[in-house]
């Protein structure tokens, strides 16, 4: 079924069997959780559900939010870091145990010559934060903030536990595979030509950046509620002051400004929409078939297994995420638990910021990718609107099953 719905300005496509997930998509934006946002899911390797619908704008409500709207997407987008890692561990680029020093010889001093890209990778290496106050120009300067990293000390025994690396996660996976790349491109390249044309991580075009939607934020004070942060965490949590932690207000909202669209910043800047997100985990699981066309799985079954492996010990609290209970796998995946609560014990994605997620699970032959551009602050775990999109997935998988 493709249609269109006027009053929220809904549009898209959902297969039959799957009207339930429409309809709430369209009371989410009736009842105002969401102001424009796209969704969409992919099972046994064929979309079902490809939505778009709402607005840019939420006072004037002027301008729709069109399949040919881009977000950004904070945090989801270290899981497609983790995909193009992956992706070179596939093509023979990239080892996971191998050290990060093998690929980048500048990365060996101060006691790192010996971590792993799996390390790396899972947020063990001790590297959230540098020790220098960045400024925003500093974190915009790609080659300046790898140089840092490069000879930056790590904050505790790599290997020895794990810390959320909220920025610098990044730019040491985005480094590692511009080393690799026998082609030589950008991060940001190697992305839109690996993996989707329509996932960016510095968006340079006058005309792509019309389409990108405004975050909408409002100073509501949960920042502010804040639990009180010792100095690694701050730091990490703000990438060296770069980013203040203070409630977003969508007028002055830093993500929000042409110069940080422009940018790669690779764990929190990408630009895209749920069509193109959940396209690329559907093809770290399977074949995938549209429009009559079939494009082959980007991984082989030994190269996911490796990449989603958890290497998080049971209830090991997080330095970085207020001792937080979260759980990572060996190419940089989020996975299911209490934190990232999604469909399928074996699902791994990641989620973002305000609220946006993708994720696949290859027993329950999903992906799906959820953005949008109304932020909400309620947890810093698995957002309500996710989790009630999953409860009639789930319906639906076990509804199909029965049938």
Excluded at 10 to 21: I, L, N
Excluded at 274 to 294: F, Q, T
């Amino acid at each position: 079924m493709s249609s269109s719905s006027n009053d929220n300005n809904v549009f898209g496509h959902v297969a039959p069997g799957w009207e339930k997930v429409r309809t709430k998509f369209e009371q989410n934006l009736t009842d105002g959780f969401d102001t424009g946002a796209s969704l969409c899911i992919y099972h046994l390797g064929e979309c079902v559900v490809n939505l778009t619908g709402g607005w840019k704008d939420a006072e004037t409500k002027k301008e729709p939010y069109t399949p040919d709207t881009l977000q950004l997407v904070f945090s989801t987008s270290k899981g497609i870091a983790a995909a193009a890692v992956a992706l070179c561990v596939e093509k023979g680029w990239l080892d996971y145990e191998a050290p990060v020093a093998k690929y980048w010889p500048e990365f060996s001093v101060n006691g790192k010559e010996n971590i792993t890209v799996s390390q790396l990778m899972s947020h063990r290496a001790g590297l959230p934060c540098v020790d220098e106050q960045l400024t925003l120009n500093d974190v915009l300067d790609w080659t300046r903030i790898t140089s840092l990293l490069a000879k930056q000390k790590p904050h505790w025994e790599p290997g020895t536990t794990h810390g959320y690396h909220p920025y610098t996660f990044g730019f040491l996976a985005g480094e590692l595979v511009q080393r690799v790349d026998p082609q030589h491109r950008s991060y940001s390249q190697f992305v839109r030509d690996e993996l989707d044309p329509e996932f960016y991580v510095g968006v340079s075009d006058n005309n792509v950046e019309a389409r990108v939607a405004p975050l909408l934020a409002k100073n509501d004070g949960h920042l502010a509620s804040l639990p009180q942060m010792d100095p690694l965490i701050e730091k990490s949590m703000s990438c060296n002051g770069a980013f203040p932690l203070r409630s977003p207000n969508s007028d002055e909202f830093v993500f929000n400004r042409r110069s940080v669209h422009q940018a790669a910043i690779p764990a929190a800047n990408g630009i895209s929409n749920a069509h193109s997100i959940a396209r690329i985990y559907a093809l770290l699981i399977d074949d995938v078939n549209e429009n009559g066309k079939k494009t082959t799985c980007l991984l082989s079954k030994k190269t996911l297994k490796s990449a989603t492996e958890n290497v998080t010990p049971p209830n090991e609290q997080d330095r970085t995420i207020f001792g937080l209970i979260t759980k990572f796998s060996r190419g940089g995946f989020e996975l299911h638990c209490d934190f990232f609560n999604v469909l399928g014990e074996d699902g791994f994605g990641h989620h973002g910021f305000g609220g946006s997620l993708a994720f696949a699970s290859l027993s329950q032959h999903l992906a799906f990718a959820y953005v949008f551009n109304q932020l909400s602050f309620d947890t810093m775990a698995t957002d309500q609107r996710n989790l009630q999109f999953f409860e009639i997935i789930d319906n639906i998988i076990k509804e199909k099953k029965i049938s």
